[in-house]
């Protein structure tokens, strides 16, 4: 297990550790502290890419590691944050909305490490909608106002549509033309 230990594993732990006391924080109904590590979850995840990067360690080891904080921090976490928090209102409606925004993260997590481009990714990133859930949560929303948003989100985690990575913003011109080819290929 040596060769495993890098900043870039660390971090990623890091976000694991988080993603798992946010589920905890839920389980005492403290849903803001509960999003604010699924933030920090999103720090972390940030971080731990450059760090890899950076360090010239990118594997198969840190990119499994990274799907599996990502579906407990991104996924489960959220889920569970937005069902305690509204959802409970609708109890088979509401669990299945939670159920399918965390099946379709671990899918797009499972398609992710199949596909990638260092423009876009296909379909929503995870990390953005657990955060969005996560915010969401906290608000308490009504639950016919929840369950549209947690369903679109899964939903456009497993589409195809094209979501810009960072390195995809900075070559717009690249990106524009996916842009357009996604375009072309959703109105043939």
Known sequence: MKEYVSLANFLTSGSLVAGFLSVLLVFRDNLAAAAALIVLAAIFDLL???AARRAGNENAFGTNLDSLADVVSFGAAPALALYMGSLYALPLLGLAGCILFFLCGAWRLARFSTCKNPL?????PIPGAGVIVAVLAVFGPPPFVALPVVLVLGILMIGTMPFPTL?????????SEVVEEYRQTRNA
């Not at 390195?167 to 990106?175: T, V």
Request: proline fraction near 0%; charged fraction near 30%; include cysteine.
């Open 48 to 50: 731990d890419g450059a």
């Open 167 to 175: 390195s995809g913003l900075r070559n717009r011109e690249e990106l």
């Open 120 to 124: 876009y990714f296909i379909g929503c």
